[in-house]
């Protein structure tokens, strides 16, 4: 698509360049977008998440949804101020993101793919616009009260009349780049949401530097006129540094509390060396790469994609994947996962999973969403805010015509003071940057919330329930013993047991297929049916039904029995064979139950093993109450029962089984390599597998929600005290504008403790 393609609609001609015609490509696509599911199958529609270059506050946010609200082809937009991220939902058949992109682009904003956004020149070139006004604004600030001061101490008549009127003359020269290049930002939104008939946060902010260069500079043209000779060029210049500095300074420390999450979805390479068929190597984009490519990775860089080492050995890092930064071993024929790093030296790896097939695409899809959801109290205070600047807008007004009565002079002062300290950022940032920095610690820890508005249920919660098997205990299992029904061949019963258990998650029938090698052949099945947390039938081609799974499940009681974690085969004739495996706690299971009693939470297990092993482990452990034998439809229900006695669940699990109990439970944990229904179900997934990082999660939980009301506590205070000091005249309009930089300042720095 070429710069001279023009798109029309209702509105008119909309031209899209050549920047917003890469989001259509195909290839570039695929980082940002997917297929929208429902009911499991893919439909028609396409979810994309995009970084909003220039947006600053939830005014802004309100700004960019309005312009692609009601648009056809749009289901969904949705943009989190914190991060500056869109998640929107679209019908590639009706619509096309470049047209999208415009519709944002006449508001005043620009949309990017995340790795063009956070590429090294892309912030370089923000970072550097923003220190060239703050430069301007705070050099022409210095001058301009270097001419003011002799006004403010000198007695009346020191200053002839020539003179006062050059200071005059030289305090407006110097304030005119101030106001033309250092304050076009404010200008350039304020515009945009005129244009588009709605008051957003730098409204009041323009109108107020607006007024009073103009009255100033009325002033300075004509002493003796209406506006007299007073000019508040200080003022304006002043107010103009402090709430650029502010605005520098909030997007600093924003990168800080959402940085995390941008580093680790940032994680690969734009590009790498693939080696060619001659052995020779190229350099292609990472979304160029296709499964059974050879690429070469080097050290400090990331594997691109899921594959397998070529090299003698390598030293590798996938803190990503669980949450400890220690360099790992890995020899030829070891896996490698995308998004680990290469630690030394020149890495060379088979691809066999790239793209949005990988376990890191995976992660980047479960933070995104939680970078673009807006708490249940964020979307309170983006609601407040809209009508609170209208209130601002006639609240300034109404003190301007007030003290025009009262005092001329100080008329348009208090007007302007109102404007500027009035902004509603600091209430509209108050809970999105705490639980996006509370987020982006978990995520350097392993922990991945998928939604920000679990804190607030995380917080709450007073009783914990895990599951037994890949939770309190390790997820993988090891053959401890194998009886076979008297005539059977011990081959055939492992490939037999194997082919049932291939195509489940369950942690024993992953302890199964860990137990036959992989070059033994498997039998094929037909009608394969899994039953989840029972166990898995099927027929052989000669008619005979197979089971493998408890003994209530196959139907018959095996003649030996076991202790701790077995499965059972059966076939037309009844028992076939019992499978015996052991399983061993997790380091930190004991550890953290006890932390969990101290923090008065009460423990359950609940498991759909036997009593005896239940009980064993519960008692190895801790835990207060004990269920065993429990189908997931017991489990729901004891949950539920939990709910109705007033107790605030969280639920640990990690199978197949767990999903349904994860999804009603108030806050949900899904345990190490989960299943994938248990990630989808969960509110936070635990990649290392620690149980410990549980109850870490639970306790930072409860400090994101007091330091949320503490931001919010903070912004009333400030808007309660602020605003009748403005109104009264106590407050000139430098002195709002450092107060509200102030406010928004405060409420960042408060939320970045969380983190550290």
Same mark, same amino acid.
């Given at each position: 698509?070429?710069?001279?393609?023009?798109?029309?609609?209702?509105?008119?001609?909309?031209?899209?360049?050549?920047?917003?015609?890469?989001?259509?490509?195909?290839?570039?696509?695929?980082?940002?977008?997917?297929?929208?599911? /429902?009911?499991?199958?893919?439909?028609?529609? =396409?979810?994309?998440?995009?970084?909003?270059?220039?947006?600053?506050?939830?005014?802004?946010?309100?700004?960019?949804?309005?312009?692609?609200?009601?648009?056809?082809?749009?289901?969904?937009?949705?943009?989190?101020?914190?991060?500056?991220?869109?998640?929107?939902?679209?019908?590639?058949?009706?619509?096309?993101?470049?047209?999208?992109?415009?519709?944002?682009?006449?508001?005043?904003?620009?949309?990017?793919?995340?790795?063009?956004? %956070?590429?090294?020149?892309?912030?370089?070139?923000?970072?550097?616009?923003?220190?060239?006004?703050?430069?301007?604004?705070?050099?022409?600030?210095?001058?301009?009260?270097?001419?003011?001061? +002799?006004?403010?101490?000198?007695?009346?008549?020191?200053?002839?009349?020539?003179?006062?009127?050059?200071? =005059?003359?030289?305090?407006?020269?110097? @304030?005119?780049?101030?106001?033309?290049?250092?304050?076009?930002?404010?200008?350039?939104?304020?515009?945009?949401?005129?244009?588009?008939?709605?008051?957003?946060?730098?409204? +009041?902010?323009?109108?107020?530097?607006?007024?009073?260069?103009?009255?100033?500079?009325?002033?300075?043209?004509?002493? @003796?006129?209406?506006?007299?000779?007073?000019?508040?060029?200080?003022?304006?210049?002043?107010?103009?540094?402090?709430?650029?500095?502010?605005?520098? !300074?909030?997007?600093?420390?924003?990168?800080?509390?959402?940085?995390?999450?941008?580093?680790?979805?940032?994680?690969?390479?734009?590009?790498?060396?693939?080696?060619?068929?001659?052995?020779?190597?190229?350099?292609?984009?990472?979304? &160029?790469?296709?499964?059974?490519?050879?690429?070469?990775?080097?050290?400090?860089?990331?594997?691109?994609?899921?594959?397998?080492?070529?090299?003698?050995?390598?030293?590798?890092?996938?803190?990503?994947?669980?949450?400890?930064?220690?360099?790992?071993?890995?020899?030829?024929?070891?896996?490698?996962?995308?998004?680990?790093?290469?630690?030394?030296?020149?890495?060379?790896?088979?691809?066999?999973?790239?793209?949005?097939?990988? $376990?890191?695409?995976?992660?980047?899809?479960?933070?995104?969403?939680?970078?673009?959801?807006?708490? &249940?109290?964020?979307?309170?205070?983006?609601?407040?805010?809209?009508?609170?600047?209208?209130?601002?807008?006639?609240?300034?007004?109404?003190?301007?015509?007030?003290?025009?009565?009262?005092?001329?002079?100080?008329?348009?002062?208090?007007?302007?003071?109102?404007?500027?300290?009035?902004?509603?950022? *600091?209430?509209?940032?108050?809970?999105?940057?705490?639980?996006?920095?509370?987020?982006?610690?978990?995520?350097?820890?392993?922990?991945?919330?998928?939604?920000?508005?679990?804190?607030? *249920?995380?917080?709450?919660?007073?009783?914990?329930?895990?599951?037994?098997?890949?939770?309190?205990?390790?997820?993988?299992?090891?053959?401890?013993?194998?009886?076979?029904?008297?005539?059977?061949?011990?081959?055939?019963? !492992?490939?037999?047991?194997?082919?049932?258990?291939?195509? @489940?998650?369950?942690?024993?029938?992953?302890?199964?297929?860990?137990?036959?090698?992989?070059?033994?052949?498997?039998?094929?099945?037909?009608?394969?049916?899994?039953?989840?947390?029972?166990?898995?039938?099927?027929? %052989?081609?000669?008619?005979?039904?197979?089971?493998?799974?408890?003994?209530?499940?196959?139907?018959?009681?095996?003649?030996?029995?076991?202790?701790? +974690? =077995?499965?059972?085969?059966?076939?037309?004739?009844?028992?076939?064979?019992?499978?015996?495996?052991?399983?061993?706690? =997790?380091?930190?299971?004991?550890? /953290?139950?006890?932390?969990?009693?101290? !923090?008065?939470?009460?423990?359950?297990?609940?498991?759909?093993?036997?009593?005896? +092993?239940?009980?064993?482990?519960?008692?190895?452990?801790?835990?207060?109450?004990?269920?065993?034998?429990?189908?997931?439809?017991?489990? %729901?229900?004891?949950?539920?029962?939990?709910?109705?006695?007033?107790?605030?669940?969280?639920?640990?699990?990690?199978?197949?089984?767990?999903?349904?109990?994860?999804?009603?439970?108030?806050?949900?944990?899904?345990?190490?390599?989960?299943?994938?229904?248990?990630?989808?179900?969960?509110?936070?997934?635990?990649?290392?597998?620690?149980?410990?990082?549980?109850?870490?999660? !639970?306790?930072?939980?409860?400090?994101?929600?007091?330091?949320?009301?503490?931001?919010?506590?903070?912004?009333?205070?400030?808007?309660?005290?602020?605003?009748?000091?403005?109104?009264?005249?106590?407050?000139?309009?430098?002195?709002?504008?450092?107060?509200?930089?102030?406010?928004?300042?405060?409420?960042?720095?408060?939320?970045?403790?969380?983190? $550290?």
């Amino acid at each position: 698509m070429s710069s001279a393609t023009w798109l029309s609609d209702h509105r008119g001609p909309l031209t899209v360049n050549d920047d917003f015609a890469v989001l259509d490509d195909p290839v570039e696509q695929s980082a940002f977008t997917e297929a929208v599911e /429902a009911e499991g199958a893919c439909t028609a529609q =396409r979810e994309s998440v995009l970084v909003v270059q220039g947006m600053y506050c939830a005014a802004c946010a309100d700004a960019i949804e309005g312009a692609l609200d009601g648009v056809p082809g749009v289901a969904l937009a949705r943009v989190h101020a914190a991060t500056r991220r869109l998640q929107l939902r679209w019908d590639p058949a009706v619509t096309r993101l470049s047209e999208l992109a415009v519709r944002v682009g006449e508001r005043g904003y620009r949309l990017l793919p995340l790795q063009q956004a %956070l590429s090294i020149d892309q912030r370089l070139r923000e970072t550097r616009q923003a220190l060239w006004r703050l430069f301007v604004a705070g050099f022409c600030m210095m001058q301009v009260m270097m001419y003011a001061w +002799p006004a403010y101490v000198a007695a009346p008549g020191d200053i002839p009349p020539d003179i006062g009127q050059l200071l =005059r003359w030289a305090s407006w020269v110097i @304030s005119v780049p101030v106001v033309f290049f250092a304050s076009g930002p404010f200008f350039q939104r304020a515009w945009a949401d005129l244009k588009a008939r709605r008051i957003g946060m730098d409204t +009041p902010v323009s109108v107020g530097i607006l007024v009073t260069f103009l009255v100033s500079s009325a002033a300075t043209f004509d002493p @003796s006129g209406p506006w007299g000779h007073e000019v508040w060029y200080d003022s304006l210049t002043m107010f103009v540094f402090f709430l650029l500095g502010g605005r520098y !300074l909030e997007a600093r420390l924003r990168e800080r509390t959402a940085g995390a999450l941008d580093a680790l979805i940032n994680r690969l390479p734009a590009s790498c060396e693939r080696e060619r068929a001659d052995g020779t190597r190229e350099t292609v984009s990472v979304r &160029r790469l296709a499964a059974g490519d050879v690429v070469h990775v080097r050290a400090g860089e990331a594997f691109p994609g899921d594959g397998v080492l070529l090299d003698a050995h390598a030293t590798v890092d996938e803190a990503l994947l669980t949450g400890e930064s220690r360099p790992l071993a890995r020899r030829c024929g070891d896996a490698l996962v995308a998004g680990s790093l290469n630690l030394a030296g020149l890495a060379r790896m088979r691809l066999d999973r790239v793209g949005s097939d990988t $376990r890191y695409a995976h992660i980047v899809r479960l933070m995104e969403r939680a970078a673009t959801e807006r708490p &249940r109290l964020a979307e309170l205070a983006d609601r407040i805010a809209g009508p609170f600047l209208v209130l601002v807008m006639l609240a300034a007004a109404a003190a301007g015509i007030a003290w025009w009565q009262i005092d001329p002079s100080k008329s348009l002062a208090v007007a302007v003071a109102v404007l500027i300290v009035t902004c509603p950022c *600091a209430l509209s940032l108050a809970t999105p940057a705490a639980m996006l920095a509370s987020a982006g610690a978990l995520a350097r820890r392993g922990v991945l919330i998928r939604r920000l508005q679990a804190f607030e *249920a995380m917080a709450s919660v007073n009783a914990v329930v895990f599951d037994k098997t890949g939770t309190l205990t390790h997820d993988h299992l090891v053959l401890r013993d194998l009886h076979l029904r008297t005539g059977a061949d011990r081959t055939q019963v !492992l490939a037999l047991a194997a082919a049932l258990a291939r195509g @489940s998650l369950h942690p024993v029938a992953r302890g199964v297929m860990a137990v036959v090698p992989a070059e033994l052949p498997l039998p094929a099945l037909e009608g394969l049916r899994e039953e989840p947390g029972q166990g898995v039938e099927a027929r %052989l081609p000669d008619g005979r039904r197979v089971r493998l799974g408890s003994a209530l499940f196959i139907g018959t009681m095996p003649e030996l029995d076991v202790d701790g +974690p =077995r499965t059972y085969l059966a076939d037309d004739h009844g028992w076939l064979a019992t499978i015996g495996f052991s399983e061993g706690l =997790r380091e930190d299971a004991r550890a /953290a139950v006890q932390r969990l009693r101290q !923090l008065g939470i009460q423990t359950w297990l609940i498991s759909g093993d036997r009593a005896a +092993p239940a009980h064993h482990v519960a008692q190895a452990v801790g835990v207060d109450h004990v269920l065993a034998e429990a189908t997931p439809e017991r489990k %729901l229900q004891e949950v539920q029962a939990l709910q109705q006695r007033g107790w605030r669940i969280a639920m640990v699990g990690d199978g197949l089984n767990d999903g349904p109990v994860l999804a009603w439970a108030d806050a949900s944990f899904a345990l190490g390599r989960a299943a994938p229904l248990a990630q989808a179900r969960s509110d936070a997934v635990v990649q290392g597998g620690r149980v410990m990082d549980v109850v870490d999660t !639970l306790l930072l939980a409860r400090r994101t929600l007091r330091v949320v009301r503490q931001n919010l506590v903070w912004a009333a205070v400030y808007n309660a005290v602020c605003i009748p000091l403005a109104l009264i005249g106590w407050m000139p309009p430098w002195l709002a504008g450092l107060g509200m930089a102030a406010s928004s300042l405060l409420v960042i720095a408060n939320a970045w403790r969380l983190s $550290r």
